[in-house]
Structures are given as structure tokens and as C-alpha cells.
């Protein structure tokens, strides 16, 4: 009887010693967690105000430890650089502010990078459509402008339709029906084999040139590589062909749809490009 007893209250003890390792573990981890986002918040806001690229490098290796949300930054009143506009843009909120100080000056729904992966074009290469994060800065302001599609677009149309590629080079030709296509000047041509020639356009999306079954991917500087409307009517560009600009397709604001630039509805970009100056810092995260 004893011996149960002992027994007994034994095992009251062990269980009450168990329960509360579990309480203080959890009691750990969500300590530890709120630890690491506020050492975030700290750090961003280091980052931002004091233009740290040492403290962004510490920033962007914590990323898969918190959240994306830049909602404490922007509420946040931090003395430094009160003069300093700048940009920052969430990924994950599909956001942008444009703020001076703690003054929030500027605010809109973006679209940003899909995080889709081509694989396999030319030379087995492949294309990752992501929104970069860290620091950049506007580098040029640009109205009406021109989208000079990379090579991936012309592999993105080509899968789509179920054709092939063929590139155009300057100073060769693509042998097609009574003559070839080639490049005259700043136009992709027809040149018939009776000698007229007969500009094929391009320049628009959906409509590329299409020669024996593939898609002709047109030479840099050439008007088929140059394409109107495709980025609304502003953007600031951040360098390594990507930017803020407007778009033709306003219904994807608010969504992860691009391949890798800002898009902003076009009201608004032209709001924002009267506002922000070449070599205004852009955060994003």
C-alpha cells in the first residue's frame, strides 16, 4: 500500500515535470520568434534611415525568419534622414510608399514578380520572373516608354502557340516562300526575289513574326523589337532591365503576375513620376 502510494504520487511528479518542460518550451520558441521580428523591424528601419548595405545583407539572410509586411516601418517615427524621400515597395503587401521622414507622402497597389521559372531556352538557359529585393535606386524617368522584349518573351509566345524560334541577325536572312526576311535599316523586311521589299511590322504583342512554323526573334534596335503601350505611360527605372512603370493590363494590380518589375495603374505611376527624383533610394522586400 505504501509502495502504491509512492508510486502514485511519483507519477503525479513526473507528469507536472513534463507539462511544464512543454510550457516552457513553447513559452521559448514564441519568445525567440518575437525576438527575431523585432530584431527585423530594427533592422529595416536601420537600413532605411541610415542607408546601411552592411545591415541590408544581414536583412535579406533573415527574410525566411519573418514576415514581408513593411506596416511598422510606415508608422514608425525615426528622426534620421528626415530630409531623404524614398521608395519602398512590399513584395507580399503589393505595395509602394513613397515617404519622407516618417511622413508616408504617397501610397498604391503594385504587381509584382510571379516567381514562375522558365526552363530551357537557348543554350539551356532559364529565367526566373522574380521582383528583386534589396536596395536600388531610380535611375531614369521615362514618359511613353518602349518595351524592348528580352528573349524569353518570344520563348513564352512560342510555347503559347506551339511554334519554334529562329533568331534574325543583322546581315542574314530567313529563306521564306519567294524570297527572305532580313533586316533593312531599323525594319524586318520581306525581300521578295523579284528585289521589292515589304516592312513586316511587329512591335506588338501577339502579333510577332511568325516564319516556317517559328517565331522570328528580331535584332536589338529594330521597330519589331520595340514595343509600344506594353508599360503604360511612366517608369522609373531601377537598373538590370527592371522598373516601376504604368501597364496595359490594370486588372493585375495586386497580384504576383509580372516578370519581375513593379507595375502600377497608370493614374498613379503618373502621380508618383512628378513626385520622385532620379536617385531616390527604392527598399523592397
Known amino acids: 500500500m505504501v509502495m502504491n502510494r509512492i508510486l502514485s504520487y511519483g507519477g503525479r511528479m513526473v507528469w507536472t515535470l513534463v507539462a511544464g518542460f512543454a510550457i516552457a518550451a513553447v513559452l521559448s520558441v514564441l519568445l525567440l520568434t518575437k525576438t527575431a521580428e523585432l530584431r527585423y523591424q530594427r533592422d529595416v528601419n536601420r537600413m532605411v534611415y541610415n542607408d546601411n548595405l552592411g545591415v541590408l545583407n544581414e536583412v535579406k539572410a533573415k527574410l525566411g525568419m519573418t514576415g514581408d509586411s513593411l506596416n ?31 511622413q508616408v507622402l504617397f501610397e498604391a497597389g503594385v504587381a509584382t514578380g510571379s516567381g514562375k521559372e522558365l526552363v530551357g531556352g537557348p543554350g539551356d538557359k532559364n529565367y526566373r520572373f522574380e521582383t528583386p529585393r534589396g536596395r536600388l535606386k531610380v535611375q531614369a524617368k521615362e514618359l511613353d516608354p ?37 533586316v533593312s535599316g531599323a525594319e524586318v523586311v520581306k525581300r521578295s526575289s523579284n528585289g521589292t521589299t515589304v516592312a513586316l ?58 516578370h519581375g518589375c513593379v507595375r502600377m495603374r497608370n493614374e498613379e505611376i503618373e502621380r508618383l513620376y512628378e513626385m520622385v527624383p532620379v536617385g531616390t533610394p527604392v527598399y523592397i522586400y
Request: proline share 6%; no cysteine.
Open 146 to 182: 518602349a518595351w524592348v522584349p528580352p528573349d524569353w518573351h518570344f520563348i513564352e509566345q512560342a510555347r503559347k502557340r506551339g511554334l519554334g524560334l529562329v533568331h534574325l541577325q543583322r546581315g542574314s536572312s530567313i529563306p521564306v516562300g519567294d524570297g527572305v526576311i532580313t
Open 72 to 102: 511598422n516601418l510606415k508608422s514608425e517615427s525615426v528622426g534620421a534622414a528626415a530630409d531623404q524621400p524614398y521608395l519602398v515597395v512590399s513584395i507580399a503587401d503589393h505595395k509602394v510608399w513613397f515617404k519622407k521622414g516618417s
Open 201 to 258: 511590322g511587329g512591335g506588338e504583342e501577339g502579333r510577332e513574326i511568325v516564319a516556317g512554323g517559328n517565331i522570328v526573334i528580331p535584332p536589338f534596335g529594330t521597330s519589331a523589337r520595340r514595343y509600344l503601350k506594353v508599360l503604360g505611360t511612366r517608369r522609373l527605372v531601377l537598373g538590370d532591365g527592371y522598373a516601376i512603370h504604368g501597364t496595359n493590363n490594370p486588372s493585375s494590380i495586386g497580384q504576383s503576375v509580372s
